[in-house]
Structures are given as C-alpha cells and as structure tokens.
C-alpha cells in the first residue's frame, strides 16, 4: 500500500510550540540536599491541602530517581501508577494461574499529543522534542558517524538524521533508501568502520554498500538471506556478534500460541531444542547466519516475538526484547528482556518462564519441561516490549552505564493498560538484576486514550537518549 510522501518538521527543541511551558517541556533537578528536598515536599503538601480547599486538585509529585522494588502482586500495577523511578521485580513464582482474570480486549485510542504534554523523565533529566511529522518511526540505530538511521517501516523506507554538534536539533533529513518490504532491523558491518548498512526487512535481509557519512544509498540493495518466514508477527531485527563473524536476525511467531499444533517435534529438533513444525517452522526463533548470508543455523528457539535484539557493549551477550502470548488473563504471561544464549528454549509454546505448561498445549511436550531457560527480565504482561539498547555513552550518571533500555509500545490484551513507556533494565557486573524501573511514562491521557507509541531506542554520540514513538510519529530526546 503506497504512502503520501512526509515532511519532516525540524524543529530546535526550545521552539517546539507545545513545549513552551518550562514545567511540560523539562524535567530538571533542582540538586537540592536531603533536607532541601523535605523542605520542598513539606511545601508541596501544603501548597496541595490548600488547593484541594479550594477545589484545585494538584498534579502529583513524582517519583524519585531510585525506589525500593514493588514485587508480588504489587509488581503487576498499571499505567495509573507508572512514573520515572518506580521499580519492579517480578519473580517466576509471582505469577498468576492462567484465567485468573479474564482475558481483555481493551485497545487504546490515539489521539493527538495534547497541546501541555511531555513525557515524564526522572529527576536531573530532560527531555525534549527532537523531531515529529514522521512516518510510523519505529527502529533506530546511531551510525559511528553520530547519523541516526530511523525505519519508518509502514512506509517501506529508511531515514537518516543529522544532528548538531551537541546533538539538540536536526539539521539534516534524507531518505536514504526506499522500496523496501517493512523494514525494521537496521545493522552497521563492520561495527567500527562500516561498509555496508544492513537491513532487515519483514521477508528478507538485505544491504548497501556504505561510505561514512552517506545520506543516500548509492546503489540497489544486495540480497543477503534471500528469505525469511512471511506473515504474522512482522517484525525482523538484526545484531552482529562474535566480532561480526555472525549475525543473529529474529523471527516472531506466525500466531498468538501455536493454535491447532500438535505439539510434534520439527524436523530441526535434532539440532535445535524446542524447535517448532508445520507452520511455525523456523519462527519464534534467533536465527543465525555469516554476515554474507551462508551457514543458516537456529540459535535459539521459543521466544514468540523477539522484536528488539541487542549487543550487550562490554559482555558481547545478546539480548533479545519480548513479546509473549496472550490470552491468559491481565497478569500472563510476562514479557521479557533477557540475554539469549545459543541452544538454549525459552517456552514457547509449549511452556512460559520456565516450567509453567500452557494450558492450550497441556501433555503434548513433556520431554521439554524442565529444559526451558528462565527469561532475565520479566515485564508486565501485555506491555509489548520493542526496542532495545544499552548504554555506552558518559552524559548519564556513572550507575547508568551498562544498563538497558527498552522500549515498551502498550497493552490490547489488559483491563488496565501497561506499557507506553520506555523502562531501565538493571545490571550489575553485566548481568540483569532482574529488576527493572519505569524510566519515561507520560504517554497515556486516560484509560481509553493515548498520544504516544515508543517503539525505538539509541544512544546519540553525545551520550543523549533518543525514543521514537509510531502513534503521532515524534522522536524524544532525553539528556542529563
């Protein structure tokens, strides 16, 4: 389906027309002492009481940069609660029985951006409004250059952004390639000097040849792997690993939960665990493949929708952000971000976060219980969990360094939304705590409507955050 062409709108932050009120459009420490802060949050509380005398009811204060984790049931929460620094620890053992709630249809309305709102960042951040008037901007990846390489996938295009010196404003927009079939993944090879711009499109992976600081594709695209499974989750992303001598791309599911499959071990079961049949063959899977396309291999399987996948900088572990199942009721079955190793069966679908049975496929894989690796990272349920990143940069506080974030689209499937936000993955010597803290919230206007989808994350040059979100088509800058 053909798409009319899209100006992009650049803007330098400060004059962005709806960001004129200082309290919507930063975020900002004051770098008050313990007691400065008690000072000001006896003084909110009693600007508050007066305001609720009169009728006036006070904007919340928000929450801290760091919190204890809720967990248990408390873990579970929704958008009601979200703000920039709760944290969340979600155990195996926490989950629900399937059907415990029942399942939801609960889809979110889009709406416009309202005219004072900003997305919420912890304190001593800022966020601000890089670029809007694109096209679904979904996946984006930072060129060694400091170009930001966006997929605006419904369009069947990628763009290329340039930023400033200190990175706050655009000052140079190109299609560099178009035509394509729904691309999303987007890899730079080799990862220091790069020679070729790979892109993972929803049936194909492909690539053009690359010279720093390109704005155009010079030449038609080379077909690298020539086909991938079509259909279902569309999705495909796309990492380098082991020094660029491999390359991960993932494939989601053709279907929610495997229905009408009986369970039969696939013809790639004797090489890879787990492996699904029929018309999930070669789905739900990280396949892995040499960087011109030969040596097809599954590296791991049962991971229904790896959207986001990501190199860990200084481990080299992937990463995989996902989608699970639905259908199961408001609390299952929890997405996830986690390391993803090679041989290794992640659930799908047959079991979920390790031995728990589906229920739609109870007694037909029993030989796989106990051989299901348990997910790092469990996300609230429905949250649909896209892209991923890790950062590398030195703008942020030392404690930053290291950890993920994931951007989280929102819930369909939930009586009371999850998601549209963007969460920080905790680390510690460069494996996941497992907890996890809501990092940019903001994007919900009410239990029906929202203005804001994230989909993409990348570290700008400058050590910045940036944050695409496909349901208004805007991109969000955060900075320390």
Known sequence: MSHPAVTLKLRPPQKVP????????TIESSGARPFGLVRQAIQALLVAALLAGAGVVAAPIRASAQSEPLTGTAAFGDWRTDKPGLARLIRPSDLP????TASSANVSHMVPRPASAAPQ???GFKVELLAEGLSGPREMRTAPNGDIFVAETRSGRIRVLRLSEDGSKLVKNEIYASGLNQPFGI???PSDKPQWVYVANTDSVVRFRY???DLKAADKPETVVAELPRGGHSTRD???IEGGKRMLVSVGSGSNDAEGSKGNPSDDSKLALGASSGYEARRADVLSFSPDGTDAKIFATGIRNCVGLAVHPATGDAYCSTNERDGFGDDLVPDYVTRVREGAFYGWPWHYIGNHEDPRHAGERPDLKDKVTVPDVLIQAHSASLGLTFYDGNAFPAEYRGDGFAAEHGSWNRAKRTGYKVIRIRMKDGVPTGEYQDFMTGFVAGDSD???RPVGVTVTRDGALLVSEDGNGT????AH
Not at 97 to 100: E, L, N, T
Request: glycine fraction near 12%.
């Open 18 to 25: 709806n960001m004129k009120q200082p309290a919507a459009k």
């Open 238 to 240: 796309i990492v380098f």
């Open 121 to 123: 960042v912890p304190d």
């Open 187 to 189: 890899a730079f090879f």
């Open 97 to 100: 029985k399937p059907g415990a």
């Open 211 to 213: 010279g720093d600081g």
């Open 450 to 452: 929202v203005w804001g």
């Open 475 to 478: 991109i969000w800058r955060i």
